[in-house]
Each structure stands twice: as structure tokens, then as C-alpha cells.
């Protein structure tokens, strides 16, 4: 669908400056790093393939986590409206 990719976007971007992180609305894929860093692994640009799959799913986990659980929010908050 048109646009659901910027929207996506920018949904990670605000969720995850919520989390804290400093997130460039233009790039928000970059917080990757920020979160990779953190958490002791060794992210770079480029060629990532000596991490371990775990080591991956750390970074998205925390990433993707953080997202499930906004939009779970967001369903109850409008799942409550509904009700009134």
C-alpha cells in the first residue's frame, strides 16, 4: 500500500524517542545502533556478518518489542472509546 512504508517509519521513530532514544525522523533506522551500543554489541554500517543471530535479535527484539507493545496500547485505548 502507498505510504504505509513512511508511516511505518516515522511509528518507529516516535515510539522509540519515547523509549528514550535520540531518533532521526529522516533516518529512523539509525537507532539501531544507538540500541546496539548499549546493549555491548558491535553494530557497524556495512558488513555485520561476524555478529552471532543472536546478538541480532537482541537489537531488533528490543526494537520491535518496544513496538508491539505501543501499538497493543493503542488498541485498547481505542477498543475502550468504543465501549463508551
Known sequence: MPGVEQQMQSFKAEVMRKEGYDVDPNHPDDV???????MGIPLT????????????GKIGGKIGG?????????????LANIKK
Open 45 to 56: 554500517e556495512g558488513d555485520n556478518s561476524d555478529l552471532t543471530t543472536e546478538s541480532v
Open 32 to 38: 539501531k545502533y544507538e540500541v546496539a551500543e548499549e
Open 66 to 78: 518496544s513496538m508491539v507493545r505501543e501499538m497493543i496500547r493503542m488498541a485498547q485505548e481505542k
